[in-house]
């Protein structure tokens, strides 16, 4: 896999580097970064340029990409210095939210829309078009984009939502709604859909992966005794066999996620960059 290492030594890029994103946002970019036009032209023999944070909803855009094995380059957004919220980074994201993939469409945010979009664009990971399965793949996709995955940022970022004296309050009113959604989750997966199974990776089984990942970690000084891998005996076996997947290896080796990533997750300690 092609991919270059990322940036660490600014909000977003090192001042006077090579940039590598692909296809920077118009000409107002390559004037922001100081990009060369030859610079600009060689950058575009990788398509994408994901813009990411370890440990990051950007996690889930990482392994999809690997596991397409299409070539992409990497820029860190770096947390621990604020720069989501940067005026370079909110040109790509208004929201200062992180991911973000440059294509040659433009910058795309949010999660399961880069998802979805790079499965239509590559032909892979999901059912395609015209598929008697695309139906039912979509509102799963949906579901955990806009319900678990919504859900969760209440459990991780409580006092966002809420005075601070009242975000645990908040959190355990969350929890059992969390739990409802691994059931159904795990019920579906029962079933065994090509887009929800164990021998066939999909955009949506990394995607929960990823949150069940965070789950077991996050927040790091709250109770997370209520989530239990154990409980959803069909979703751990697709962790289990996501783990030994070569784009899996790839990101523990880019993100330093640990051996199991999914079934038994450890903080990630990253070469660059943090999760937090």
């Known amino acids: 896999m092609l991919q270059a290492t990322a940036r660490a030594n600014s909000p977003i890029f090192q001042a006077n580097m090579t940039l590598k994103c692909a296809f920077p946002n118009g000409n107002v970019a390559i004037e922001a970064f100081g990009i060369i036009t030859a610079v600009y032209i060689d950058s575009m023999n990788a ?41 370079t980074y909110r040109t790509l994201n208004p929201n200062g939210l992180i991911p973000v993939l ?40 949906f579901f955990a984009s806009n319900t678990l995955h919504a859900d969760l940022r209440i459990l991780f970022y409580a006092d966002k939502y809420i005075d601070g004296a009242q975000a645990e309050v908040l959190r355990a009113g969350i929890r059992p709604r969390l739990r409802q959604h691994l059931r159904v989750l795990d019920a579906e997966a029962k079933k065994a859909p090509g887009w929800l ?15 069940m990942r965070w789950m077991a ?37 880019a993100e330093g996620l640990g051996v199991t990533p999914f079934t038994s997750p450890t903080y990630a300690t990253p070469q660059e960059g943090s999760a937090t």
């Open 102 to 141: 440059e294509t040659p469409q433009g910058p795309i945010f949010e999660t399961a829309a880069i998802l979805l979009w790079l499965a239509d664009t590559h032909s892979q990971l999901a059912p395609a078009l015209h598929s008697p399965d695309r139906a039912a793949f979509l509102k799963w996709l």
């Open 217 to 253: 970690l996050y927040p790091a000084r709250s109770d997370r005794s209520w989530y239990q891998l154990a409980d959803t005996p069909h979703l751990q076996k697709i962790l289990m066999l996501l783990e030994s997947r070569p784009a899996t290896r790839a990101a523990i080796a």
């Open 197 to 211: 199974h164990s021998d066939q990776p999909s955009v949506l089984t990394y995607y929960l992966a990823c949150q």
């Open 47 to 87: 398509p994408y340029c994901l813009h990411y944070a370890p440990d990051n909803a950007s996690l889930v855009i990482r392994l999809a990409l690997e596991e397409m094995g299409v070539p992409y380059d990497t820029a860190l957004v770096d947390r621990r210095r604020d720069a989501q919220n940067s005026a």
